[in-house]
Protein backbone atom coordinates (compact mmCIF):
# COMPACT_ATOMS: atom_id res chain seq x y z
CA UNK A 1 0.00 0.00 0.00
CA UNK A 2 3.09 1.76 0.82
CA UNK A 3 3.70 1.98 -2.89
CA UNK A 4 0.40 2.98 -3.81
CA UNK A 5 0.55 6.31 -1.28
CA UNK A 6 4.03 7.36 -2.87
CA UNK A 7 2.89 7.05 -6.57
CA UNK A 8 0.28 9.35 -5.85
CA UNK A 9 1.95 11.89 -3.76
CA UNK A 10 4.83 11.94 -6.37
CA UNK A 11 2.39 12.84 -9.22
CA UNK A 12 0.48 15.08 -7.10
CA UNK A 13 4.34 17.12 -6.40
CA UNK A 14 4.47 16.90 -10.41
CA UNK A 15 1.22 18.64 -11.00
CA UNK A 16 2.29 21.05 -8.55
CA UNK A 17 5.05 21.83 -10.32
CA UNK A 18 3.35 21.70 -13.61
CA UNK A 19 0.96 24.45 -12.94
CA UNK A 20 3.51 27.08 -12.79
CA UNK A 21 5.21 25.60 -16.23
CA UNK A 22 4.50 28.09 -18.75
CA UNK A 23 4.14 26.12 -21.48
CA UNK A 24 1.11 24.19 -19.40
CA UNK A 25 -0.11 27.37 -18.30
CA UNK A 26 -0.09 28.45 -21.83
CA UNK A 27 -2.02 25.39 -22.85
CA UNK A 28 -6.21 26.05 -21.85
CA UNK A 29 -7.05 22.41 -22.58
CA UNK A 30 -3.59 20.90 -20.60
CA UNK A 31 -3.98 23.65 -17.63
CA UNK A 32 -7.60 22.41 -17.39
CA UNK A 33 -6.80 18.96 -17.35
CA UNK A 34 -3.62 19.51 -14.99
CA UNK A 35 -6.07 21.15 -12.35
CA UNK A 36 -8.81 19.31 -12.62
CA UNK A 37 -6.10 16.31 -11.48
CA UNK A 38 -4.17 18.14 -9.36
CA UNK A 39 -7.95 19.45 -7.58
CA UNK A 40 -8.78 15.76 -7.37
CA UNK A 41 -5.63 14.46 -5.42
CA UNK A 42 -5.85 17.23 -3.21
CA UNK A 43 -7.66 15.38 -0.38
CA UNK A 44 -6.52 12.37 -1.09
CA UNK A 45 -2.55 13.45 -0.45
CA UNK A 46 -3.97 15.23 2.76
CA UNK A 47 -5.30 11.74 3.73
CA UNK A 48 -2.16 10.49 3.28
CA UNK A 49 0.14 12.93 5.01
CA UNK A 50 -2.37 12.56 7.86
CA UNK A 51 -1.92 8.87 8.07
CA UNK A 52 1.70 8.83 7.76
CA UNK A 53 2.04 11.69 10.39
CA UNK A 54 0.20 9.07 13.02
CA UNK A 55 2.80 6.28 12.15
CA UNK A 56 5.25 8.88 13.09
CA UNK A 57 3.27 9.27 16.26
CA UNK A 58 2.71 6.17 16.51
CA UNK A 59 6.57 4.87 16.26
CA UNK A 60 7.60 7.85 18.96
CA UNK A 61 4.91 6.42 21.16
CA UNK A 62 6.59 2.82 21.01
CA UNK A 63 9.93 4.16 21.89
CA UNK A 64 8.55 6.22 24.81
CA UNK A 65 6.87 2.77 26.20
CA UNK A 66 10.01 0.82 26.26
CA UNK A 67 11.80 3.90 28.69
CA UNK A 68 9.14 4.81 30.96
CA UNK A 69 8.45 4.11 34.52
CA UNK A 70 5.79 1.99 35.44
CA UNK A 71 3.50 4.68 36.42
CA UNK A 72 3.49 6.36 32.88
CA UNK A 73 2.83 3.12 30.75
CA UNK A 74 -0.63 3.01 31.38
CA UNK A 75 -0.99 6.31 29.80
CA UNK A 76 1.22 5.42 26.97
CA UNK A 77 -0.71 2.23 26.11
CA UNK A 78 -3.67 4.20 25.97
CA UNK A 79 -1.74 6.71 23.71
CA UNK A 80 -1.05 4.09 21.94
CA UNK A 81 -4.66 2.50 21.21
CA UNK A 82 -5.69 5.87 20.51
CA UNK A 83 -3.42 6.38 17.83
CA UNK A 84 -3.75 2.66 16.01
CA UNK A 85 -7.90 4.38 16.54
CA UNK A 86 -6.90 7.08 14.64
CA UNK A 87 -4.99 4.94 11.60
CA UNK A 88 -7.80 2.28 11.25
CA UNK A 89 -10.06 5.31 10.49
CA UNK A 90 -7.65 6.99 8.17
CA UNK A 91 -7.20 3.72 6.60
CA UNK A 92 -10.97 3.51 5.85
CA UNK A 93 -10.57 7.24 4.77
CA UNK A 94 -7.70 6.45 2.41
CA UNK A 95 -9.55 3.26 0.63
CA UNK A 96 -12.71 5.32 -0.29
CA UNK A 97 -10.46 8.33 -1.16
CA UNK A 98 -8.28 5.69 -3.41
CA UNK A 99 -11.33 4.46 -5.46
CA UNK A 100 -11.61 4.89 -8.97
CA UNK A 101 -13.09 8.68 -9.44
CA UNK A 102 -15.61 9.03 -12.07
CA UNK A 103 -14.20 11.02 -14.67
CA UNK A 104 -16.67 13.70 -15.26
CA UNK A 105 -16.53 14.60 -11.60
CA UNK A 106 -16.40 18.75 -11.52
CA UNK A 107 -18.14 19.31 -14.40
CA UNK A 108 -21.29 20.84 -15.05
CA UNK A 109 -24.27 18.68 -16.04
CA UNK A 110 -27.12 19.18 -18.89
CA UNK A 111 -30.56 18.81 -17.28
CA UNK A 112 -33.13 17.98 -19.53
CA UNK A 113 -36.94 17.22 -17.87
CA UNK A 114 -39.95 16.27 -20.42
CA UNK A 115 -43.24 15.06 -19.48
CA UNK A 116 -43.69 11.75 -20.09
CA UNK A 117 -47.19 9.25 -19.86
CA UNK A 118 -49.80 11.06 -18.28
CA UNK A 119 -50.86 13.67 -20.84
CA UNK A 120 -50.90 16.99 -18.90
CA UNK A 121 -50.54 15.79 -15.57
CA UNK A 122 -47.08 14.12 -16.36
CA UNK A 123 -46.49 17.79 -17.90
CA UNK A 124 -47.15 19.08 -14.39
CA UNK A 125 -45.08 16.70 -12.59
CA UNK A 126 -42.01 17.61 -15.04
CA UNK A 127 -42.79 21.30 -13.61
CA UNK A 128 -42.21 19.95 -10.13
CA UNK A 129 -39.08 18.26 -10.75
CA UNK A 130 -37.89 21.10 -12.61
CA UNK A 131 -38.68 23.36 -9.62
CA UNK A 132 -37.01 20.77 -7.19
CA UNK A 133 -33.49 20.55 -9.14
CA UNK A 134 -33.58 24.61 -9.22
CA UNK A 135 -34.42 24.58 -5.11
CA UNK A 136 -31.38 22.32 -4.80
CA UNK A 137 -28.98 23.91 -6.97
CA UNK A 138 -29.74 27.19 -5.09
CA UNK A 139 -28.74 25.16 -1.82
CA UNK A 140 -25.53 24.12 -2.94
CA UNK A 141 -25.03 27.80 -4.40
CA UNK A 142 -24.72 26.33 -8.07
CA UNK A 143 -25.16 27.97 -11.20
CA UNK A 144 -28.16 27.76 -13.33
CA UNK A 145 -28.70 28.41 -16.60
CA UNK A 146 -32.00 27.68 -19.07
CA UNK A 147 -31.22 26.99 -21.96
CA UNK A 148 -34.69 26.37 -23.73
CA UNK A 149 -38.30 25.89 -22.14
CA UNK A 150 -41.43 24.62 -23.48
CA UNK A 151 -44.58 25.33 -21.29
CA UNK A 152 -47.72 23.14 -21.27
CA UNK A 153 -51.01 24.62 -21.36
CA UNK A 154 -51.31 24.84 -17.90
CA UNK A 155 -48.34 25.77 -16.37
CA UNK A 156 -46.24 22.37 -16.41
CA UNK A 157 -43.02 21.30 -18.44
CA UNK A 158 -43.11 19.77 -21.81
CA UNK A 159 -39.27 19.75 -21.71
CA UNK A 160 -36.80 21.85 -20.13
CA UNK A 161 -32.93 21.87 -20.85
CA UNK A 162 -31.16 23.51 -18.30
CA UNK A 163 -27.18 23.43 -17.25
CA UNK A 164 -26.08 23.55 -13.71
CA UNK A 165 -22.41 24.72 -12.96
CA UNK A 166 -20.12 24.15 -9.85
CA UNK A 167 -17.72 21.40 -8.15
CA UNK A 168 -19.89 19.08 -7.07
CA UNK A 169 -22.62 18.92 -9.67
CA UNK A 170 -21.94 15.72 -11.34
CA UNK A 171 -21.05 13.90 -8.26
CA UNK A 172 -24.79 14.63 -6.66
CA UNK A 173 -26.78 15.23 -10.06
CA UNK A 174 -25.25 11.82 -11.70
CA UNK A 175 -27.74 9.68 -10.14
CA UNK A 176 -31.01 11.33 -11.36
CA UNK A 177 -31.49 10.15 -15.09
CA UNK A 178 -34.43 8.06 -15.11
CA UNK A 179 -38.12 7.81 -15.09
CA UNK A 180 -39.31 9.31 -11.99
CA UNK A 181 -42.95 8.03 -11.71
CA UNK A 182 -45.92 9.74 -9.43
CA UNK A 183 -49.32 8.82 -7.43
CA UNK A 184 -51.18 11.50 -6.70
CA UNK A 185 -54.90 13.23 -7.48
CA UNK A 186 -54.33 15.34 -10.02
CA UNK A 187 -55.61 19.18 -10.51
CA UNK A 188 -57.40 17.47 -13.61
CA UNK A 189 -59.04 14.50 -11.87
CA UNK A 190 -62.74 15.67 -10.63
CA UNK A 191 -63.45 12.48 -9.00
CA UNK A 192 -60.63 12.62 -6.69
CA UNK A 193 -58.90 9.55 -8.03
CA UNK A 194 -54.98 8.79 -7.76
CA UNK A 195 -53.33 8.70 -10.94
CA UNK A 196 -49.61 7.59 -12.36
CA UNK A 197 -47.62 9.69 -14.11
CA UNK A 198 -44.40 9.48 -15.07
CA UNK A 199 -41.58 12.56 -16.36
CA UNK A 200 -37.96 11.78 -17.43
CA UNK A 201 -34.74 13.32 -16.63
CA UNK A 202 -31.79 12.78 -18.58
CA UNK A 203 -28.71 13.72 -16.97
CA UNK A 204 -25.19 15.03 -19.54
CA UNK A 205 -21.73 15.70 -18.57
CA UNK A 206 -21.30 19.01 -20.25
CA UNK A 207 -18.12 18.74 -22.96
CA UNK A 208 -15.97 21.18 -23.82
CA UNK A 209 -15.35 22.70 -27.50
CA UNK A 210 -11.37 21.52 -27.06
CA UNK A 211 -12.82 17.91 -25.91
CA UNK A 212 -14.96 17.48 -28.66
CA UNK A 213 -14.46 18.36 -32.50
CA UNK A 214 -17.26 18.85 -34.66
CA UNK A 215 -16.70 19.07 -38.46
CA UNK A 216 -19.42 21.99 -39.46
CA UNK A 217 -19.36 19.81 -43.19
CA UNK A 218 -21.13 17.10 -40.95
CA UNK A 219 -24.05 19.63 -39.45
CA UNK A 220 -27.44 20.69 -40.85
CA UNK A 221 -28.63 23.79 -39.79
CA UNK A 222 -32.07 24.80 -40.30
CA UNK A 223 -33.02 28.37 -39.05
CA UNK A 224 -36.61 28.94 -38.63
CA UNK A 225 -39.63 31.71 -37.22
CA UNK A 226 -39.59 30.78 -33.04
CA UNK A 227 -43.27 29.88 -31.54
CA UNK A 228 -45.00 29.39 -28.70
CA UNK A 229 -44.56 32.18 -25.67
CA UNK A 230 -41.61 34.33 -25.68
CA UNK A 231 -41.93 37.59 -26.15
CA UNK A 232 -42.08 39.93 -29.24
CA UNK A 233 -39.87 38.40 -31.19
CA UNK A 234 -41.48 35.42 -31.18
CA UNK A 235 -42.65 34.88 -35.09
CA UNK A 236 -41.15 37.95 -35.98
CA UNK A 237 -37.78 36.78 -36.94
CA UNK A 238 -36.19 33.61 -38.04
CA UNK A 239 -34.15 32.98 -34.95
CA UNK A 240 -35.07 29.55 -33.73
CA UNK A 241 -32.03 27.12 -34.80
CA UNK A 242 -32.28 22.99 -35.65
CA UNK A 243 -29.20 21.52 -35.92
CA UNK A 244 -28.80 18.02 -37.07
CA UNK A 245 -25.74 16.04 -36.80
CA UNK A 246 -25.68 13.91 -39.69
CA UNK A 247 -23.25 11.14 -38.18
CA UNK A 248 -24.82 10.52 -35.23
CA UNK A 249 -28.81 11.46 -36.53
CA UNK A 250 -28.69 13.73 -32.53
CA UNK A 251 -30.88 16.93 -33.67
CA UNK A 252 -31.14 19.75 -31.02
CA UNK A 253 -33.68 22.85 -31.20
CA UNK A 254 -33.29 25.93 -29.80
CA UNK A 255 -35.90 28.88 -29.73
CA UNK A 256 -36.01 30.40 -26.44
CA UNK A 257 -33.11 33.33 -27.18
CA UNK A 258 -33.83 36.62 -29.82
CA UNK A 259 -30.70 35.63 -31.72
CA UNK A 260 -29.91 33.14 -34.14
CA UNK A 261 -26.61 33.63 -32.76
CA UNK A 262 -27.37 32.85 -29.08
CA UNK A 263 -29.63 29.80 -30.24
CA UNK A 264 -26.81 28.11 -32.36
CA UNK A 265 -24.52 28.53 -29.42
CA UNK A 266 -26.70 26.94 -27.13
CA UNK A 267 -27.57 24.54 -29.18
CA UNK A 268 -23.86 23.49 -30.22
CA UNK A 269 -23.66 23.03 -26.14
CA UNK A 270 -25.76 20.48 -25.66
CA UNK A 271 -24.64 18.73 -29.36
CA UNK A 272 -21.43 18.41 -27.70
CA UNK A 273 -22.72 17.04 -24.26
CA UNK A 274 -24.95 14.37 -26.34
CA UNK A 275 -21.62 13.28 -29.04
CA UNK A 276 -19.15 13.33 -25.62
CA UNK A 277 -21.92 10.85 -23.93
CA UNK A 278 -21.83 8.92 -26.75
CA UNK A 279 -17.80 8.82 -27.53
CA UNK A 280 -18.37 7.52 -23.58
CA UNK A 281 -20.53 4.88 -24.52
CA UNK A 282 -18.66 3.79 -27.88
CA UNK A 283 -15.08 3.70 -25.51
CA UNK A 284 -17.14 1.54 -22.82
CA UNK A 285 -18.68 -0.59 -25.53
CA UNK A 286 -22.84 0.23 -24.52
CA UNK A 287 -22.88 2.74 -27.23
CA UNK A 288 -25.85 4.58 -25.88
CA UNK A 289 -27.20 2.18 -23.30
CA UNK A 290 -26.30 4.85 -20.63
CA UNK A 291 -29.01 6.85 -22.16
CA UNK A 292 -31.27 4.28 -22.52
CA UNK A 293 -30.58 3.26 -18.88
CA UNK A 294 -31.84 6.38 -17.63
CA UNK A 295 -34.67 7.48 -19.75
CA UNK A 296 -35.68 4.28 -22.03
CA UNK A 297 -39.32 4.98 -23.23
CA UNK A 298 -40.48 6.93 -20.18
CA UNK A 299 -42.44 4.45 -19.44
CA UNK A 300 -44.03 3.74 -15.73
CA UNK A 301 -42.84 0.45 -15.64
CA UNK A 302 -38.75 1.61 -15.92
CA UNK A 303 -39.05 3.95 -12.91
CA UNK A 304 -36.12 4.93 -11.20
CA UNK A 305 -38.29 6.38 -8.60
CA UNK A 306 -41.55 6.92 -7.23
CA UNK A 307 -43.35 10.29 -5.41
CA UNK A 308 -46.02 9.12 -3.76
CA UNK A 309 -48.17 12.22 -2.69
CA UNK A 310 -50.64 10.47 -0.38
CA UNK A 311 -48.01 8.81 1.91
CA UNK A 312 -45.64 11.46 1.51
CA UNK A 313 -43.19 9.09 1.09
CA UNK A 314 -40.50 8.82 -2.02
CA UNK A 315 -38.96 5.52 -2.65
CA UNK A 316 -35.84 4.77 -5.04
CA UNK A 317 -36.31 1.67 -6.24
CA UNK A 318 -32.45 0.98 -7.75
CA UNK A 319 -31.71 0.63 -3.85
CA UNK A 320 -34.67 -0.17 -1.97
CA UNK A 321 -34.61 3.42 -0.30
CA UNK A 322 -37.46 5.14 1.31
CA UNK A 323 -38.23 8.54 3.02
CA UNK A 324 -41.16 9.99 4.74
CA UNK A 325 -40.35 13.85 3.71
CA UNK A 326 -41.67 13.63 0.42
CA UNK A 327 -42.61 17.60 0.76
CA UNK A 328 -39.21 17.98 1.89
CA UNK A 329 -37.22 16.78 -1.27
CA UNK A 330 -40.29 18.47 -3.23
CA UNK A 331 -39.16 21.43 -1.35
CA UNK A 332 -35.33 20.79 -2.72
CA UNK A 333 -33.90 18.66 0.54
CA UNK A 334 -32.48 16.22 -1.90
CA UNK A 335 -29.08 15.25 0.48
CA UNK A 336 -30.26 12.15 2.53
CA UNK A 337 -31.38 10.61 -1.21
CA UNK A 338 -27.99 11.47 -2.73
CA UNK A 339 -26.18 10.39 0.16
CA UNK A 340 -27.78 7.21 0.23
CA UNK A 341 -27.24 6.53 -3.87
CA UNK A 342 -23.29 8.07 -3.45
CA UNK A 343 -22.70 5.31 -0.31
CA UNK A 344 -24.43 2.54 -2.59
CA UNK A 345 -22.23 3.39 -5.40
CA UNK A 346 -19.12 3.65 -2.91
CA UNK A 347 -20.23 0.17 -1.27
CA UNK A 348 -20.10 -1.71 -4.58
CA UNK A 349 -16.75 -0.44 -5.98
CA UNK A 350 -15.28 -1.67 -2.49
CA UNK A 351 -16.73 -5.21 -3.00
CA UNK A 352 -15.39 -4.81 -6.36
CA UNK A 353 -18.94 -5.07 -8.63
Given at each position: ?124 FAGDLYDMYRAFAAAKGWQVEVLSED ?202 H
Amino acid sequence: MFDRLQAVEDEFVSLESSLSDPDIVSDQARLRDVTRRYKDLTPVVDCIRRYRGRIADLDTARELLDMASDDERASMRSEIDSIDTDLRALEDELKLLMLPRDPNDGRAAIIEIRGAEGGEEANLFAGDLYDMYRAFAAAKGWQVEVLSEDRSDLGGINQVTMVFRGDTVWSRMKFEGGTHRVQRVPVTESQGRIHTSSATVLVLPEAEEVEVHIDDKDLDVDVYRSSGAGGQHVNTTDSAVRITHKPSGIVVTMQDERSQLQNRARAMTVLRARLHKLAEDEQNAAMSAERRSQVGAGGRGEKIRTYNFKENRLTDHRIGFTIYRLQDVLAGDLDETVDALTADERARQLAGH
